[in-house]
């Protein structure tokens, strides 16, 4: 069965640093894009950001553009998540997802996002 | 940016009947390779999300069939024909087909009456 497995969170200050992890199993994950997802305590999900399989081309939201970086290590299986400059409002469970994207030209990827989902990992910014 | 508004965003049914939630986007999702990346997700309570439907009607592998996909261009919906226990959760909308950003729907409660 397909797994994702996210770490790596926990309780930072604000401007404070925190990597995420994504381990992935029973799937060839150099062949797919991955994304990270989060969910506020109590409201809806929300794109953080996503990268293709290759690791050439990365995409965020607004809201982390300039503070977050999403990386992947195709040798060892594992997705990343660098937060830095972390702010109150980053406060969530981040979830990873298998991105199931297809190349269509150009800088154009499109395709039928997160068909599986980790088990999240909290992150809480508060002083 | 596109944006997703479902309603209705609480839904009470009694077991074994139908449900309905629509999803309306602030454009059109049909890409330009022809077509329309909407996807449905279900969150049960306490529980990661789950895929449920991808490009507006198809099931995800192991999702019953009681869940339906249907709509086009800017009007979709997701319809539960006999709600079960098991359906209680938030059911989100997404859609794929004008990013980044991805967006989602607000998201809509479904419970048992």
Known sequence: EVQLVESGGGLVQPGGSLRLSCAASRFTFSNYAMSWVRQAPGKGLEWVSSITGSGNHTYYADSVKGRFTISRDNSENTLYLQMNSLRVEDTAVYYCAKDPLAFCGGDCYAGSAFDIWGQGTMVTVSS | ?113
């Open chain 2, 1 to 113: 940016d596109v944006v997703m508004t479902q309603s209705p965003l609480s839904l009470p049914v009694a077991l074994g009947q139908p449900a309905s939630i629509s999803c309306r986007s602030s454009q059109s999702l049909v890409h330009s390779d022809g077509n329309t990346y909407l996807n449905w997700f279900q969150q049960r309570p306490g529980q990661s999300p789950r895929r449920l439907i991808y490009k507006v009607s198809n099931r995800d592998s192991g999702v019953p069939d009681r869940f339906s996909g249907s709509g086009s261009g800017t009007d979709f919906t997701l319809k539960i024909s006999r709600v079960e226990a098991e359906d209680v959760g938030v059911y989100y909308c997404m859609q794929g087909t004008h990013w980044p950003p991805r967006t989602f729907g607000q998201g809509t409660k479904v419970e048992i009456k």
